[in-house]
């Protein structure tokens, strides 16, 4: 291979991939969209939690009948609450409009349930009288039990725990942010450079220039040259994402915007609790580059067989399909990791990248296993990219037409260099 | 004696049940100008594919400069393929340079050489505009730029001139010209037999996938009829046994001679039966007389085109 070329290569391909307006475009609207909607959670977040004070601060004015015994008065008149007679008067004055709320508490709450009959404030506001209900039973049993270190552990406790293995502390959920990080990795580039990678290995019968470049630079110096420049855009593109990452992180409270996990997995990182299990990060971030190599492979190959970018489009969309299926049958890998299902996911060369790195990552494969299927993974990488390669040479001086079986046989016999020896 | 710029022995191109050349050889000598010629589906285009590893052949070996090619190795080759394109998208300056790198040259020379190339041509103000902007022309001068870049030593060019107007046809051949003195050797596929006549050393004719013709164009003329008369006259043409005429008009004629006839017993035998000669011109079989007579009728529509 001429290093020479491949340099050339990957510089042209990163230089006019960036000069693009429309890659800019592409790329800062994804931020620009994030920043966006991370500004209107902020805003409206504010707002509902002001809303919420206001709700806490307004009185609640409602009756309520209690056949159970179990309403403390205190507690119902400090919650706005007045005792009524007549359950079907109370009701039927909330009917009329004359009263906002009624609750009926029959004499077995937990088995007959409580009846509330309430104005309509809309379908989130009007939960609000479920609320006042609940408030109104749990707080009389707390006032009549009178202990309130006994009552507190309804409200809620933490529990830490210390996991041991083989006589050392074991790492927990904490090791397996970084391992898991190589998951998430491999999803961003093939969502992010699957379309572009289809593009670069139709680009040339697309554009009828396949005889000039192949006569000028070894198919594959172009190919792996392609795969790399993209994947430098990729990593452009990466980092351009990041700057909404980083303000989240620098911004005290926009990491409890995006979710409970990662503001957890945030807080672990915080705490130190992100233990480093240095061998399986290892496996992780090999799995992620051999299934990268995998999935680069297969797509030249596809981008060779087909005459264009708009006919790989589905075999590019089965390829996906394949590769992320596991997601959805991974509580069950998880569970029987032995089972013949878990093991088919595991060492299919399709499958077994997202579902070897997921194992990876919380520790259900043995390393000598997830090695084995990195041998899998590699050595079909391997093939893969060495037929893409002669599908390439094959394929694109083909144009308009699609590669017959008989013509991709013929290919994956003939060599790789030197063809006219 | 040196090695053959290109050496073809004993090739042979299959596709499935097709055999599209059979036992093919030929070699191309450094600094000659060679025609490779035949009519459309008689193995030429699959030939040059083959020789420049784009098609792997099922037998022979095919050798550019005493090797397989290899675009690593063999840096210094021009190849001006029948099938056109570039990178649509981009600017022509950029495109330019691209290529002008992966054949070895530095950027800022690559750059420099690409916008000498076309201020000659005529597209300096063109450098900077997209290619799918630029004419159909436009588009093939900056294709032929790319295949001279760097001076190569070997130009293989396929149908050069086709879709060129008379003055960017001329242009074209005037800069191909300027390569072959400077000493490059030149592979040239072409349905334009004036062209074949001008600049070609020694041409192999192809049909269905075998050698038809092989030599120098002298040496293919004499092997398809020798000489012919061409005359401009008044009255009627005698029959004789020792020409046959192969063009007659009003008052124009071509004759093709038997063999070891002389012109000047022809012109002797024309007057004096009378025939006014108003010019008189002996010269060997054209070669598009010879191209008509390997491939027939079938082929006349592609000369005339």
């Known amino acids: ?421 | 004696m040196s090695t053959p710029a290109i050496e073809v022995t004993d090739f042979t191109m299959r596709f499935g049940a097709r055999t599209a050349v059979d036992h093919l050889s030929f070699d191309v000598r450094p600094g000659e100008t060679f025609g490779l010629l035949g009519a459309n589906g008689s193995g030429k285009t699959t030939t040059i594919r083959a020789l420049l590893g784009i098609y792997t052949p099922t037998a022979g070996t095919l050798h550019v400069e005493g090797r397989p090619f290899d675009p690593a190795h063999n840096s210094s080759l021009g190849y001006l393929p029948e099938e056109r394109g570039l990178y649509k998208k981009e600017k022509v300056i950029d495109v330019m340079t691209y290529f002008g790198q992966l054949k070895g040259m530095p950027r800022a020379e690559a750059a420099l050489w690409s916008t000498y190339y076309l201020e000659r041509v005529g597209l300096a103000s063109h450098a900077t505009t997209r290619l799918d902007k630029l004419s159909g022309g436009q588009q093939q001068k900056v294709q032929l730029g790319v295949t001279i870049m760097d001076n190569p030593t070997i130009l293989v060019l396929d149908e050069p001139t086709k879709g060129f107007d008379p003055v960017n046809r001329r242009l074209l051949l005037d800069i191909v010209e300027d390569q072959r003195r400077g000493g490059a050797t030149v592979v040239i596929i072409t349905h334009q037999m004036d062209e074949v006549e001008r600049l070609c050393d020694r041409v192999l004719l192809l049909k269905d996938g075998r050698a038809e013709a092989y030599g120098t164009v002298p040496e293919v003329q004499d092997a398809y009829g020798g000489r012919t008369v061409r005359l401009h006259h008044g009255g009627p043409l005698p029959t004789s046994t020792r020409w046959r005429p192969i063009t007659t008009e009003r008052s124009y004629a071509e004759l093709e001679l038997d063999a070891g006839v002389e012109p000047r017993d022809v012109l002797r035998e024309l007057v004096d039966a009378g025939v006014d000669v108003r010019s008189f011109d002996a010269s060997r079989l054209s070669m598009e007389q010879v191209f008509l007579k390997v491939y027939g009728h079938a082929a006349q529509e592609e000369v005339s085109a």
């Open chain 1, 1 to 421: 291979m001429n290093a020479h070329n491949i340099g050339t290569v990957i510089a042209f391909e990163v230089r006019r991939t960036l000069a693009k307006p429309s890659f800019w475009i592409a790329t800062l609207s994804v931020p620009l969209l994030m920043a966006l909607l991370f500004g209107l959670s902020f805003f409206s977040g504010a707002s509902a939690a002001q809303s919420s004070l206001e709700s806490d601060a307004e009185p609640v004015t409602f009756t309520y009948t209690d056949a159970s015994g179990i309403v403390d008065p205190s507690v119902a008149a400090g919650l706005g609450g007045t005792a009524a007679a007549d359950p079907e008067a109370a009701a039927a004055a909330v009917r009329e409009g004359r009263s906002a709320l009624h609750i009926d508490i029959p004499a077995d709450p937990v088995a007959e349930g409580v009846h509330v009959v309430g104005e309509d404030l809309g379908l989130m506001e009007s939960g609000r009288w479920t609320s006042v209900a609940r408030a109104l039973l749990t707080q009389s049993a707390v006032a009549r039990i009178d202990e309130p270190r006994l009552t507190s552990v309804l409200d809620g406790f933490t529990v830490t725990s210390e996991l041991w293995a083989g006589g050392a502390p074991a790492p927990g959920w904490g090791a397996a942010i970084a391992p898991a990080l190589f998951l998430v990795l491999l999803f961003m580039a093939v969502v992010m450079l699957g379309q572009q990678m289809l593009n670069i290995t139709v680009e040339e019968k697309e554009n009828r220039v396949t005889e000039m470049i192949l006569t000028t630079v070894h198919p594959s110096t172009l190919i792996i040259g392609k795969v790399i420049g993209v994947v430098l855009v990729g990593i452009v593109q990466g980092l351009v994402l990041l700057v909404p990452l980083l303000a989240m992180a620098l911004v005290p409270g926009l990491t409890s915007l995006v979710g409970a996990p990662a503001a957890e997995m945030a807080d672990a990182a915080a705490a130190g609790q992100a233990a480093v299990d240095l061998p399986r990060v290892l496996m992780g971030a090999a799995l992620f580059l051999a299934s990268f190599v995998l999935f680069a492979g297969i797509l030249v190959a596809i981008g060779a067989v087909m005459p264009s970018a708009k006919d790989a489009g589905s075999a590019f969309g089965s390829v996906i399909i394949a590769m992320f299926l596991p997601l959805y049958a991974l509580p069950l890998v998880l569970q029987t990791p032995e089972s013949v299902f878990s093991r088919v996911l595991t060492y299919f060369p399709l499958t077994a990248p997202v579902t070897t790195l997921t194992r990876n990552a919380v520790g259900s494969i043995e390393l000598w296993q997830a090695g084995l299927v990195l041998a899998v993974i590699v050595l079909c990488a391997v093939l893969a990219l060495s037929l893409g390669v002669r599908l390439f040479r094959e394929g694109s001086i083909a144009y308009d037409q699609r590669l017959s079986w008989k013509d991709i046989v013929r290919a994956t016999r003939s060599k790789a260099t030197n063809p006219a020896a």
